[in-house]
């Protein structure tokens, strides 16, 4: 028969196991695993006029595969544009310069991404590269504002 305190120490190993899994899942889940490694890694940048909810660590995809995370938000002082630094796995080399970036919605009220569309070009993106062609969010509360608006003037006007 095995003693009371074999089993004891079994259970607390098998436990811990348990734990470690779960918070390796949840790092993974939650974006914060590519913060631990960043190398085969890249940074480009893009301004946007507006980024809706956009975050660091928000992902970054290529055809909706991830292929990065958002490094960084800033504004520029002087454009009043905001500057995204964002980067991209090393494996991804052909993304031409005259790639577009936009930033979507995942779903109706979903987390905002941004989707790189690469171009034609025969350059391709390197490190500190700055991705000229952008498509901001698209606000969903701008949205109705704008169709309550027209909505309001055609019925004055008509």
Do not use: C
């Not at 913060?35 to 890694?41: N, W």
């Amino acid at each position: 028969m095995i003693s009371r305190r074999v089993m004891e120490t079994a259970v607390g190993f098998f436990m811990l196991a348990g734990l470690a899994a779960l918070l390796m899942m949840a790092f993974k889940v939650s974006g914060l695993y590519s913060l631990v490694s960043t190398e085969g890694k890249y940074n480009v940048y893009a301004r946007f006029s507006d980024i809706g909810n956009l975050k660091p660590r928000s992902r970054v995809t290529v055809s909706g595969v991830t292929v990065g995370r958002v490094n960084s938000i800033k504004l520029d002082p002087n454009s009043l544009q905001a500057i995204i630094s964002m980067s991209i796995d090393d494996t991804i080399k052909t993304l031409s310069k005259d790639s577009v970036a936009s930033i979507y919605t995942s779903g109706l009220i979903g987390d905002n991404y941004i989707a790189l569309e690469s171009g034609a070009s025969d350059e391709f993106l390197h490190n500190n590269s700055e991705i000229e062609e952008t498509n901001s969010a698209v606000v969903l509360e701008k949205l109705i504002g704008q169709f309550l608006y027209g909505q309001s003037n055609k019925t004055k006007e008509g």
